[in-house]
């Protein structure tokens, strides 16, 4: 189909739209979940559509294809802002319309309409992907002073282009209220809007096609979840689910409604399946933390147990643990699943036992005996010390708890104890010469 004519027909069925929308009974999502719409398309509604359609086709086309073209959600009810907004910027272009528009959607515009998400979001882990890093001054001066070399002008260029894509900033704008370049694009899990509110709904759902297929797919957090220090795309695909949906996935129904995406659309879970789909008698939730029991990627690992959201405890381990394995109990049996999670708690277990509790003490003794470089990257028993935990152990313990062998082993235990006989080597030397060498 050209695209002239495709355009035509959506604005058709755009217009013959809104009177269904009124009708809450009509859908199973919209019968279970809180929407709220209360505008057709207006003359200036369609003129965003219209003229972008010239300037930035991209954007039409995957709009155009979402949900949110057929429901008749269009530009204007997400990137209208009212004119006393800090946000508020005149379209350069478009001198003539009364319309004030910004580039920036918050959570907070989603929100209006999906209040369930935006709860379950303000309440998860990955609400507070940028708080938690304001306070902490070692981790601005690893990004500023040691990676940005404390650059007059450049210094800002490792946590602009790294961190923040992945955790987000605080988005500050411009003299004419557009958002600057040290601070945006980024799809960052946490960002601060200038209207106050916190996270990124594109960080999953990318826009403009805002799918909820897309979310599904393993994919949509393997932007961020990869790599030495949290490799969970590599330990799925290390993993007998991995195997499957890398072999099938492609077959698999992934768009059923909310609540409806079971077993028989998909045969293994992928992350979403775990962390957040509907399955049995869970519902959705985007709450990423409610069906964890450990935290795992901390130092040391602990039992979930607070609601505070800037908690590294955030959640209830006991109800979490019990809730993933309502997961799992949809395709396995009960005795697989609770031997499976004995297995995964042992190694959690070795590693705070066996590994940081005895790398930590030897630490606690260099410090209390002036045994320590001021500059730890620069210290090997700091930086050893540093990959025990950040790197091994998180492999080791996530490895384990998700069925990855190759992660709880090769790149977990197995590097475990080559980081402990080399720490063990550099304290003894320590302690013998009175020295650092
Ligand atoms: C007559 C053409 C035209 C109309 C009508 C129009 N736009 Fe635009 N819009 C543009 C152009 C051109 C740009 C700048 C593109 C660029 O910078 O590459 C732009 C930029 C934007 C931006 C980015 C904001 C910024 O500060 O750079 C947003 C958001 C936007 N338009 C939304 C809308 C919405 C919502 C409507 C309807 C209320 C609308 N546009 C109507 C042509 C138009
Ligand atoms: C469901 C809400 C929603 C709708 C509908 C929507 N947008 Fe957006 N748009 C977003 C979000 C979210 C972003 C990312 C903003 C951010 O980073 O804060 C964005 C970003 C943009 C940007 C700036 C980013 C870039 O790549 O240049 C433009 C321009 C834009 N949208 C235009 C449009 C146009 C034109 C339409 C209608 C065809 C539209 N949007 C419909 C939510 C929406
Ligand atoms: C004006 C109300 C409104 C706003 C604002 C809005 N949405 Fe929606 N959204 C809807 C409606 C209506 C649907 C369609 C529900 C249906 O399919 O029955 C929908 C559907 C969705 C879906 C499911 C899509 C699918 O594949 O089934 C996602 C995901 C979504 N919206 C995300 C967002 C995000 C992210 C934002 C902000 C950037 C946003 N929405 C802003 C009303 C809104
Ligand atoms: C834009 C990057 C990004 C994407 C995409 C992303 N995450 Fe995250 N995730 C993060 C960050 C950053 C954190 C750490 C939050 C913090 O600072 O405590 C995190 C933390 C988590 C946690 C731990 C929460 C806690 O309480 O400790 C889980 C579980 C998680 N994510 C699951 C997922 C799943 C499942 C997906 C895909 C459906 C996903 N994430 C997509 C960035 C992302
Ligand atoms: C590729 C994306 C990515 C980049 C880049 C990244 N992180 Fe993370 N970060 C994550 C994810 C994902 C997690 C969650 C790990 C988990 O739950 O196991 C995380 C966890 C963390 C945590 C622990 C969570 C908490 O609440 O305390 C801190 C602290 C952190 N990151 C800081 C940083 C800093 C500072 C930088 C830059 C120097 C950075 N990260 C770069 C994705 C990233
Ligand atoms: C960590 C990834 C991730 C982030 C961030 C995220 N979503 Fe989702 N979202 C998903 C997944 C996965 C599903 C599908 C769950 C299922 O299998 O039914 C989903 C489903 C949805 C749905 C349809 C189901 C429902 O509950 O109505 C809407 C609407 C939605 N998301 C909106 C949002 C909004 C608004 C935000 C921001 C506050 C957001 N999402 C942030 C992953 C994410
Ligand atoms: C078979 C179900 C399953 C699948 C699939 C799955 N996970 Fe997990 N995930 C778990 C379990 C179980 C845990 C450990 C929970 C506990 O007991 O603390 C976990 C832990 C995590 C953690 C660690 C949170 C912390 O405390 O540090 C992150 C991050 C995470 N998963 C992200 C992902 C991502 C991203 C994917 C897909 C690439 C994924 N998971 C796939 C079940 C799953
Ligand atoms: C949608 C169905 C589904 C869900 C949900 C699911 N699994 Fe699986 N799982 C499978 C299938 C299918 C296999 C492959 C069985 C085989 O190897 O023949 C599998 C394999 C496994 C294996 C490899 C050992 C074996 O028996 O083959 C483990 C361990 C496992 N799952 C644990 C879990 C845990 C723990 C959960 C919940 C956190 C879970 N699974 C959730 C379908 C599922």
Redo the contacts with the bound molecule.
Sequence with gaps: MTRPLRFALTLLLLSTCPALLADTSAGSLAAVKTLKIDRGLSEEGKACITCHQQTTPGQVADWADSRHAHAGVSCIDCHQVAGDSPMAARHANVQDTPVYVSALVSPAVCGRCHVDAKKQFDAS?HF??YR??IP?DS??A??VVH?GRNHPELSGA??ET??M???GIEIKLDANNRPTPETWPNNGMGNIYPDGSTGSCNACHSRHKFSIAEARHPNACA?????P??P?IEIFNNSKHGHIYNTEGDEWTMDSAPDAWEPGDYRGPTCATCHMSGIGELQVTHNISERLYWN???KKSSVRGSDDVLS?LLGDGPAGREKMKLVCNNCHTRTHTDNFFKQGDKAVMLYNEAYYEPATAMLNELKEKGLLKDNPWTDEFQITYYYLWHHEG?RAR?GAMMGAPDYAHWHGFFELQQDLYKLEQIYAQRLESGAIE
């Design positions: 882990g507070r992907a938690q890093i902490k981790l601005h690893l990004q990676e490792p946590g790294g961190c894509q992945c955790h932007s961020c979840h990869l790599g220090d949290h969970n795992l990627w901390a590294p998180r996530q």
